[in-house]
C-alpha cells in the first residue's frame, strides 16, 4: 500500500519560493505507471491541479501556474518536490501530493495534505 | 482552463437518491471519458470514488455510480448513509496533460 507524506515549511514570506516534499513509501517513484502530482485547496473551496512530473522527468504544468511552478523528482530518495515562486496571500492553500494512474487516468493516492500560510 | 461546474450544496434523507451534476465543456468532461469523483471529510484527504466516469475502485458501495451525457458529468448516491455527509468533487482530463477540479458539492444528510 503506497503512502506519500508532505514535508516543508507551514509559513512563507510574500514574494519568496514555497518549497514542499514528497516522500513516497511503499512503492517506487522510479515507474512508468504513474505520474507524481501536486494539487491545492484554498481555504473552504475547491480543489486545484497544480501540475506533476514522470518517472523520466517530463513535467506538466497548469497553464494559470506554469510561470512560477517547478516539480522535480529525487529517485535516490523516492520524493518528489514542488517549488512555486514569488508567493502571494493568494497561494496560502492546503498542499496535497498524489499519486496519478497512467492507465485510469485518475489520482488513486493521496498525501494528508500541508498547509502552507503566505504571510510577513 | 476554468473550473468545472459543480451545485455548491445538495441534500437528502437517509435512504434516498441523490445526484451531483458537474458541467464542463467539449475541451474536458465532453471530450474524454476521464471524469472521477472525490469524496472528502472534513480535515482529510479526498478519496476517489468514481473513475473514468462510472468505474469503481475496489471497496467502494456499489451505492456510488457514475454518468456523463455530453459535458455534463453525473455522481448519483443511492440509498444515502450519514457516513455519505461530505464535500464530493469532480475532476476531468483536459487534455495537454492537465487535469480540472470542480468547485466542490456540500453533500449533508438531513
Redesign the interface.
Same mark, same amino acid.
Given at each position: 500500500q503506497v503512502q506519500l507524506q508532505e514535508s516543508g515549511p507551514g509559513l512563507v514570506k510574500p514574494s519568496q519560493t514555497l518549497s514542499l516534499t514528497c516522500t513516497v513509501s511503499g512503492g517506487s517513484i522510479s515507474t512508468d505507471n504513474y505520474y507524481w502530482s501536486w494539487?491545492r485547496q484554498h481555504p473552504g473551496?475547491?480543489? $486545484?491541479?497544480i501540475g506533476?512530473i514522470y518517472y523520466s522527468g517530463s513535467t !506538466? !504544468?497548469?497553464?494559470?501556474l506554469k510561470s512560477r511552478v517547478a516539480i522535480s523528482l529525487d529517485t535516490s530518495k523516492n520524493q518528489f518536490s514542488l517549488n512555486l515562486s514569488s508567493v502571494t496571500a493568494a497561494d496560502t492553500a492546503v498542499y !496535497?501530493c498524489a499519486r $496519478?494512474t497512467t492507465t485510469?487516468?485518475?489520482?488513486?493516492s493521496?498525501?494528508?495534505?500541508t498547509l502552507v500560510t503566505v504571510s510577513s | 482552463q476554468s473550473a468545472l461546474t459543480q451545485p455548491p450544496s445538495a441534500s437528502g434523507s437517509p435512504g434516498q437518491s441523490v445526484t451531483i451534476s458537474c458541467t464542463g465543456t467539449s475541451s474536458d468532461v465532453g471530450g474524454y471519458n476521464y471524469v472521477s469523483w472525490y469524496q472528502q471529510h472534513p480535515g482529510k484527504a479526498p478519496k476517489v470514488m468514481i473513475y473514468e466516469v462510472s468505474k469503481r475502485p475496489s471497496g467502494v458501495p456499489d451505492r456510488f455510480s457514475g454518468s456523463k451525457s455530453g459535458n455534463t458529468a453525473s455522481l448519483t448516491v443511492s440509498g444515502l448513509q450519514a457516513e455519505d455527509e461530505a464535500d464530493y468533487y469532480c475532476s476531468s482530463y483536459a487534455g495537454s496533460n492537465t487535469f480540472v477540479f470542480g468547485g466542490g458539492t456540500k453533500l449533508t444528510v438531513l
Open positions: 494539487i473551496t475547491g480543489l $486545484e491541479w506533476y !506538466y !504544468y497548469n497553464p494559470s !496535497y $496519478e485510469f487516468v485518475h489520482f488513486d493521496w498525501g494528508q495534505g | -
